[in-house]
């Protein structure tokens, strides 16, 4: 149980587009979901906090214009990074939790904007 | 300002002996602490668990060991085998926060040798 998935697993894109990376819960409603990024050998640094069916909650520094976080469904969050520029490229992370304390994570996507 | 540290970032190990992995925290609002582990370009995988009213949580192979008055918490792995070879990261969060959102270390890269 308690299976994240996330796609696309990769995606290159040229700077300027936008890209859009979904996280599902599989076998489990999620109350709560989290993006984080990670860069090379850092830690995970959470982006923001979505609940269903309400706007994200944005973490300091995190262009909340520049990184779209919609959270349609107990099953479903997306996050669009607009107008991607290559230090956007990162490792993008999901995480979902339903009721109890415990996340679990996707397997990530890998962004590299060209 | 890091509230969750893991100060080494590397550990080996011998196969078959303990592997003990040390995280530290200063948010003294932490109640719940959680060790993941992580493989290259994939997400975190949950391992193990403990709430701040425990001081020692077991789970097969795997035990976490939690003190509060010193603010630390160590996660235990024996016997150690090749494939426990990762990333391990410590992550605590406050239940006052009600997303709950984790705070990472930075991670210890854990190498088990033949």
């Known amino acids: 149980g308690a299976v994240v998935s996330q796609h696309p697993s990769w995606v290159i894109c040229k700077s300027g587009t936008s890209v859009k990376i979904e996280c599902r819960s599989l076998?489990?409603?999620?109350?709560?979901m989290f993006w984080y990024r990670q860069f090379p050998k850092q830690s995970l640094m959470l982006m923001a906090t979505s609940n269903e069916g309400s706007k994200a909650t944005y973490e300091q520094g995190v262009e909340k214009d520049k990184f779209l976080i919609n959270h349609a469904s107990l099953t479903l969050s997306t996050l669009t990074v607009t107008s991607a520029h290559p230090e956007d490229s990162s490792f993008y992370i999901c995480s979902a939790r339903d009721l109890g304390p415990n996340q679990f994570f996707g397997p990530g996507t890998r962004l590299t904007v060209l | 300002d890091q509230q969750v540290k893991q100060n080494s970032p590397s550990l080996s190990v011998q196969e078959g002996r303990i592997s003990i992995l040390n995280c530290d925290y200063t948010n003294s609002m932490f109640d719940y602490f959680l060790w993941y582990k992580k493989y290259p370009a994939e997400g975190p995988t949950f391992l193990i668990s403990?709430?701040?009213?425990?001081d020692k949580n077991e789970d097969g192979r795997f035990t976490v060991f939690l003190n509060k008055s010193a603010k630390h918490l160590s996660l235990h792995i024996v016997p150690s085998q090749p494939g426990d070879s990762a990333v391990y990261f410590c992550?605590?969060?406050?239940?006052?926060?009600?997303?709950?959102?984790?705070?990472f270390g930075q991670g210890t890269r854990l190498t088990i040798n033949p």
């Open positions: 992550a605590a969060s406050a239940s006052y926060q009600g997303a709950q959102k984790l705070v």
């Open positions: 403990i709430s701040s009213i425990k």
């Open positions: 076998d489990f409603q999620a109350t709560t």
